[in-house]
């Protein structure tokens, strides 16, 4: 195996001996953007593989997007064990890129938590990410980092603190309540794999992983102000019901619920107004 990683490796060098821009530099930068997320294929290709985008390929590469990337790489390939120094430099140049929307929210939530993971503390990237100009991006990327202790932040951060606690049970309370429109709304369940619309589950998947199916299943979400108790009392209702094997899932008794749930009301206010605490 040794053998091997170092014959790609030199592959690699060869690749990225030449200028960005050039078909070999671009041929690399391809191959990155489907390695970037194989930690398995990275470990194989090990130090000297870091040690190259680090001390070689970053330094030469101006395109913001491929230094995002380059920097992804490197942070998941060192994920956990990346050394102090070179996380912080990482750290000082990938939130510029950022910030300047070099890379996609996922992509960045998805780095910075690795750095977090390798020793970067949680507090510096909440206080850094503070500081951007766009606000609303700033909470979002926040919330997607989907961190729970940022550590004591600075009083003049409290009201972000808690505007971004708001975004992440947001967050999970639309993630709930998009799985049971695609349960028991029918234009959704039948138009749902032909929709423009994202709704994360099919509807197969939906019923599968539906959380709620005992009596007390919903009480974390309650407490937590995500969900209220009429609306835990009708997710644990539909979660019997869908795990008795006697009931039809396309009965009026099931699709009642639907309607038990919004009462009329616009189904978009009820998803994104959280309960009244």
Sequence with gaps: MEDKSKGINSIFKYLTQSNEGSPEFETFMAFLRGLKDYSSLLDIYDVE???HLLEEVLPKTNEECSKALIIETIVEATYG??????????FHDYILLVERHATTIK????????MIASGLSSRDVFVRIAMFQDKSYAVSLLTFINFHSWGELPSELTELQAEVDDAQKIRERSYIFTQF???????????????????VFDYEGAHVDWPFSHKGSALR????N??????GTIFEELGMLIHDESIDLHSIKVLNLYQALFDGRDPLNIIFTLPKG
């Design 49 to 51: 593989f870091i040690d």
């Design 81 to 90: 064990n990346a050394e102090n120094n070179m996380l912080n430099e990482l």
């Design 107 to 114: 992509n960045a939530a998805i780095c910075l938590r690795g």
């Design 181 to 199: 429109l695609v349960i028991l709304h029918p234009f959704i369940s039948k138009y749902q794999r032909v929709s423009s619309i994202d709704f």
């Design 221 to 224: 979400l309650i407490k937590q």
């Design 226 to 231: 995500i969900i209220d108790e009429r609306e």
